[in-house]
């Protein structure tokens, strides 16, 4: 999924379904570590994409916290 299209979805979601789609990130996010600890890690650039997208969720959670839905 493009970024523009992951974006998009995003902001169609409610708080609560937001919230469900960070701590899935969250959950990933702390596989991948994990994975790359032991050394099993494939694909290290999927690493870096989950923490965008962790940070793509968390702005527009404070977005809708702040009114602005741009």
């Excluded at 701590?23 to 790359?36: C, G, P, Y």
Aim: proline share 1%; net charge positive.
């Amino acid at each position: 999924m493009k970024t523009a299209d992951y974006t998009k979805d995003l902001r169609g979601k409610s708080e609560a379904e937001l919230k469900t789609e960070l701590t899935a990130l969250r959950k990933e996010q702390f596989n991948l570590r994990m994975q790359a600890a032991v050394g099993q890690l494939t694909k290290p650039n999927l690493v870096r994409d989950v923490r965008k997208k962790i940070a793509r969720v968390k702005t527009i959670v404070q977005q809708q916290k702040s009114g602005k839905a741009s």
